[in-house]
């Protein structure tokens, strides 16, 4: 739901076409990623979580570029790989011991959310941890 790169921008190499108009070399063209996430052209329920949007049966038909929370193509982020491996094994070691629930007065409103260099919450976002029983 929330990309850490909440936009990306790059200058056009060279004239682009644009739905339909002309944008001439040199312009800045900015993606808003953390619109595109939420496109509802493209994403049934677009502001529900929801990771089966993500199966390859729901994927199929979309854009590559219709989720891009690392940004995309030639320019990604070069950490893509290590990040989602290096996730993945903090959630797993994590998740063995602990169960984690969001603060109910804690959940963080879209207008609380700051865009720095990255995506951030104004105010952090508090997490209750408990240890799981036989941890």
């Keep these: 739901m929330y990309s850490v790169v909440p936009q990306i921008s790059r200058v056009l190499e060279k004239p682009y076409e644009i739905d ?9 063209v900015v993606s808003q990623i953390f619109a595109l ?3 509802p052209h493209i994403w ?17 038909g979309k854009s590559p570029y219709a989720y891009v929370p690392f940004s995309a193509g030639p320019r990604n982020c070069i950490g893509q790989s290590f990040a989602l491996a290096e996730v993945k094994t903090a ?9 984690l ?7 963080v409103p ?15 976002i508090m997490v209750n941890i408990s240890p799981l029983p036989n941890t």
């Design 20 to 28: 339909g108009k002309m944008v001439d070399e040199g312009t800045v």
């Design 37 to 39: 996430h939420r496109n």
């Design 44 to 60: 049934q329920d677009p502001e529900k979580f929801d990771p089966l949007r993500f199966t390859n049966e729901n994927m199929e």
């Design 91 to 99: 959630i797993a070691m994590i998740l063995r011991k602990f169960q």
């Design 101 to 107: 629930r969001v603060a109910p007065q804690n959940i």
């Design 110 to 124: 879209d207008e609380d959310l700051q865009s720095h260099l990255v995506l951030r919450a104004k105010n952090g």
